[in-house]
């Protein structure tokens, strides 16, 4: 089983930035891909961006240049950036880490861009 917990949400005015952390326990060794999804209200999920074990890393378009994820495999955590914050980045963000013992998923942190 693998265990997820984000941290880092909260209440940041337009053009602010946060970073977003997530935490991975239990087996580890069967992720190879870490993913940041988002959900705004009303809305379906979206993933945002992803990083895999090599380092290779993938943004959703809406976030390019503005978000980065990163990864300190000492601390078994990902992190997403998030720079020139937009009201349309308010979202629920929840890490996922899909292995093939099954479909793993934070609780997620609230994300609230507004002045």
């Known amino acids: 089983q693998v265990q997820l917990v984000e941290s880092g949400g909260g209440l940041v005015q337009p053009g602010g930035s946060l970073r977003l952390s997530c935490a991975a326990s239990?087996?580890?060794?069967?992720?190879?891909?870490i993913y940041w999804y988002r959900q705004a209200p009303g809305k379906q999920r979206e993933w945002v961006a992803y990083i895999t074990t090599g380092g290779n890393t993938v943004y959703t378009d809406s976030v390019k240049g503005r978000f980065t994820i990163s990864r300190d495999n000492a601390k078994n955590t990902v992190y997403l950036q998030m720079n020139s914050l937009k009201p349309e980045d308010t979202a629920v963000y929840y890490c996922h880490a899909p292995t093939r013992g099954g479909s793993h998923w934070g609780q997620g942190t609230q994300v609230t861009v507004s002045s």
């Open positions: 239990g087996s580890i060794f069967s992720i190879n891909v």
